[in-house]
């Protein structure tokens, strides 16, 4: 039995878990800590599968927020790993991160993508996109969420043809997942302040 399910969820940062896993210690988190964590589903991708947020904070007025989110490229496993330890640490061992924890609100979406991150582990460990069939008149399925977002969709490393891993998609914010996360952190545009973006960190001053 491993260290993690002993303390009533099973993620243990030891190895790379599935989707369940991950979403279980979401909920873990918002029931053990309900003054600090609670959990919200803010859409569902291609398949159905929810897309679930954990909002971390101490509830106090006016305090600026911060968006991260992972697991958007499939294959990325150490990505969901990443943020929930980012989790973990904000959570587990709040008392050691101060104002990080006290003055900020944190949305954390540990898994954008979580039926290519299924798919990974079930079928294509390479696997990349989402599982979107909608690409009209081709053989070849999934959308390259990374380049799904309509800021600049279909530029410089993008391609519009859907066999290809950087396949942006029919138009911008044409897959829920996207628009899922646009929709989301556009609610709260006036209090997110640093956000990730493509892999890196930008900020809102």
Known sequence: ?????????????????????????LDWLAQSYPKLCSVQTIGSSV????????????DKA????????????????????????IINELT????????????????ILPIVN????????????????NRSNGNSGSRCAGVDLNRNFAYKWGGAGSSHQPCKEIYAGSSGFSEPETSAVSNF?????????????????ALSL
């Open 92 to 107: 587990e061992n709040r008392h050691t991160h101060g104002d990080a924890v006290q003055n900020v609100d944190w949305y």
């Open 114 to 129: 979580p039926d290519g991150y299924e798919y990974t582990h079930r079928t294509d460990r390479l696997w990349r996109k």
């Open 62 to 85: 006016g305090s600026p927020a911060i968006w991260v989110d992972g697991g958007i490229h499939a294959r990325e496993w150490i990505s969901p790993a990443t943020v929930t330890y």
């Open 1 to 25: 039995m491993c260290v993690g399910m002993y303390a009533g969820h099973r993620m243990t940062w030891q190895s790379y878990h599935r989707m369940q896993d991950v979403h279980g210690y």
């Open 185 to 201: 952190v556009l609610s709260k545009k006036d209090r997110i302040k640093v956000r990730t973006l493509r892999n890196c960190i």
């Open 47 to 58: 398949e159905g599968r929810p897309l679930k947020v954990l909002k971390i904070s101490s």
